[in-house]
Each structure stands twice: as structure tokens, then as C-alpha cells.
């Protein structure tokens, strides 16, 4: 029986993930709040303690990284050595997580937000587990976006080859993931006592749109924006073509 691990702050469209998966013959694990969610929805749970054989400690800080865990997750099937170790020490393999982050970027933009809240914001589990599917792409499906839970049914649904699929999404978490660190070395570098001159800096942009064509005709483009701030994306073009890179 495959196994999923779901454990997400933004519940959306959870529910009738995890309903799909239990159709396809899928196991359950979750944590805290997501596995009173599925609970409550009717949704077969597994909870963490009963994978890891430990509970829940400091407020939450500590949950899913557990060796029983990890190992579940970065194990590669094809190694007959990593299987044995596995089975050595009573691990199961995990085949898919869908976990999305605390909201430390939305947490800091509020007005008065202390540090210690900022802090506390700042998710350790969650891309502990992303990093470790994504790395183990090759045999795990690892879902950071909500926007992808039908995709992965579908495919699932379809009987259909995954490697392309779990290639793209393994893809889509190292770029969340770097993002997300990128914000809280910014905000960490611009508090009281921080350098606001870092030798380093995390640049991050959303694609806004597709443009026409680059400088050139026979050239790709798009439009990208930072997180923070007004700029030309929130401009609205009220008449002309669509636009391009020159115009």
C-alpha cells in the first residue's frame, strides 16, 4: 500500500485530495491540525506518533523530523542496500508529501508584527520533508502547491508515466523553498542589528504573464514581479497589442 504524508497550513482543496488518494488504495500519515481536518471529513488518518512512536514536543516545533520519517522519504527503491536498511529498522517507505509552509511572508507584512512572531513563522519541518521528496523525485511525489493536487490525481487516475510530473514538482519545491528562505534572511537582515548591506542577496520573481515575443521576434519572454512593493505589474493596459519585450 503506498503511502502519502499530508501535512499543510493552507488546507485548501486537501479534502478531496486525500479522498483520492484513499480511493486509489493510498495510507494516510498527517499531522496536527491537517489530520483533524481529514479526521473530521471522514478521511482514514494515520497520525505522526504512530509512524514516529514519539509525540508532538515544544509547541509544535518538533513533529516529523524523525528518522522514520526521513528515511521513508529519501531511501532510493532501486538500492537493494537502502531497502534493507529500511526494513532493519522497521521504516516504511513514504511515496508522496503534500505539505505547504507557515506564512512567514504574509506574518511579516502585517502591521506590528514582533519578532517573535515573525520567528515563530518560520517553518523547519515542512521543507525539511519537501527537500528530502524533491531530492527523492525519482520515487516520491512531493506537492508544495494546491494547485496541483489534480494533477497528481489525474496521473494517478490514468495509470500514466509520472517521472515527467514528479520532475516538474520536485522542481516547483526548490524554487518555493528557495524563496521562502530568501524572505526570512531579508527580513533577519533588515531587523534591528542585521546587515542591511549582506554579501549575498535572494532575489525573487513571480511571473506576471507571457509577453509576445522577446527583443527579437523569434525570442520567448515574460513578465516577472518582486514580492514587495507597486510597480509596472500593477498597471492595467487599457488598449494596444499584448504586450513585448520592447513595447
Do not use: C
Not at 111 to 128: K, T
Not at 165 to 173: D, N, Q, T
Request: proline share 6%; charged share 20%; aromatic share 6%.
Amino acid at each position: 500500500m503506498p503511502r502519502a504524508l499530508i501535512s499543510v497550513h493552507d488546507k485548501t482543496g486537501i479534502v478531496p485530495f486525500a479522498r483520492g488518494l484513499v480511493e486509489f488504495g493510498w495510507e494516510i500519515i498527517s499531522t496536527g491540525g491537517t489530520a483533524r481536518v481529514l479526521k473530521q471529513a471522514g478521511v482514514p488518518v494515520l497520525p505522526i506518533e504512530g509512524v514516529t512512536g514519539f509525540p508532538e514536543m515544544l509547541d509544535g516545533r518538533v513533529k516529523t523530523l524523525h528518522p522514520a520519517i526521513h528515511g521513508g522519504l529519501l531511501a532510493r527503491r532501486a538500492l537493494a542496500t537502502h531497502m534493507e536498511a529500511l526494513a532493519a529498522q522497521g521504516i516504511t517507505p513514504i511515496d508522496l508529501v503534500a505539505v505547504n509552509l507557515y506564512p512567514f511572508r504574509e506574518t511579516i507584512a502585517k502591521p506590528g508584527v514582533s519578532r517573535d512572531e515573525a520567528i515563530e513563522q518560520i517553518d523547519i519541518g515542512g521543507p525539511s520533508m519537501l527537500r528530502s521528496a524533491a531530492k527523492n523525485h525519482e520515487s516520491v511525489f512531493v506537492v508544495v502547491d494546491p494547485a496541483d493536487y489534480e494533477r497528481v490525481l489525474v496521473a494517478l487516475r490514468a495509470n500514466a508515466p509520472v517521472e515527467v510530473l514528479r520532475g516538474e514538482l520536485a522542481a516547483k519545491v526548490f524554487r518555493h523553498t528557495s524563496a521562502y528562505d530568501g524572505a526570512i534572511g531579508a527580513y533577519l537582515s533588515a531587523s534591528e542589528g542585521g546587515d542591511r548591506l549582506p554579501a549575498s542577496i535572494a532575489l525573487h520573481l513571480d511571473r506576471i504573464q507571457g509577453l509576445r515575443y522577446g527583443e527579437n521576434p523569434e525570442q520567448r519572454a515574460a513578465f516577472y514581479r518582486g514580492p514587495e512593493g507597486e510597480g509596472l505589474a500593477d498597471l492595467e493596459q487599457l488598449q494596444g497589442k499584448e504586450l513585448s519585450f520592447n513595447n
